[in-house]
């Protein structure tokens, strides 16, 4: 069974230029999450999707930020214009259902210069 | 809001030792779920162990288990024997319905 995917594993970029990440979760997972890790931290949940559906977006920054899961299966997530304090890693989980534990990916790491 | 406190930033242990790492947690919900991660270099997340908040029994998998102190909202992991491949970040999260919660993490270094 294929893990959570996702791409890029890198991505350099100067500020204010857009940037875009994919996450393909395990096949069957309802629900897909998307973290942001800042060096020596925890992961800070972004966005929660019940398949197609945000349900808890509250930590997205929607000035910037955006993210779509089509047809409750891929996601993306967007910013646009990235600034400094992005850099990070950005980490795509899902999980089978509610309660269920978490499958990570390896993660975006993004370096704004 | 449900927050996660791991007090270790860092903690070091001889090989084939044992070590524990503290994580505390704050809720007012009584049914919930209380997970440990391991995350290597390579930043994949991976579940150490799981426990459920109604069950007072402690987890185990292998030489990783828990100590779960549910009225103290206390949720330590205790390697046993410690291998060089435990060597890690690991993560104490918190889980409500479908919302995770994670710690700042405490890095293990193990000793040959």
């Known amino acids: 069974e294929a893990g959570v995917v996702q791409s890029p594993r890198y991505k350099i970029i100067e500020k204010k230029q857009p940037v875009a990440f994919w996450c393909n979760p395990i096949s069957g997972h309802n629900t897909l999450y998307w973290y942001r890790q800042n060096l020596g931290q925890g992961p800070e949940l972004l966005i929660r999707?019940?398949?197609?559906?945000?349900?808890?977006d509250s930590q997205l920054p929607k000035d910037r930020f955006s993210a779509e899961r089509l047809k409750g299966v891929d996601s993306t997530l967007k910013i646009q214009p990235a600034e400094l304090g992005d850099s990070a890693v950005y980490l795509c989980?899902?999980?089978?259902?509610?309660?269920?534990?978490?499958?990570f990916g390896s993660g975006t790491q993004l370096s704004v210069l | 809001a449900q927050t996660v406190t791991q007090s270790q930033p860092e903690m070091s242990v001889q090989e084939a030792e044992t070590v524990t790492l503290s994580c505390t947690y704050d809720?007012?919900?009584?049914?919930?779920?209380l997970f440990w991660y391991k995350q290597p270099p390579s930043r994949q997340m991976i579940l150490v162990i799981r426990q459920e908040a109604y069950k007072q029994q402690n987890a185990t998998e292998n030489r990783f288990s828990v100590n779960f102190q549910k009225a103290a909202k206390s949720f330590s992991l205790k390697i046993s024997d410690s291998q060089l491949g435990d060597a890690a970040m690991y993560f104490c999260?918190?889980?409500?319905?479908?919302?995770?919660?994670f710690g700042a993490g405490t890095r293990l270094t193990v000793k040959p």
């Open positions: 999260a918190y889980m409500n319905n479908n919302d995770m919660r």
């Open positions: 999707y019940e398949n197609e559906e945000a349900v808890d």
């Open positions: 809720t007012s919900e009584s049914d919930y779920y």
């Open positions: 989980a899902s999980a089978s259902g509610p309660r269920e534990k978490l499958f």
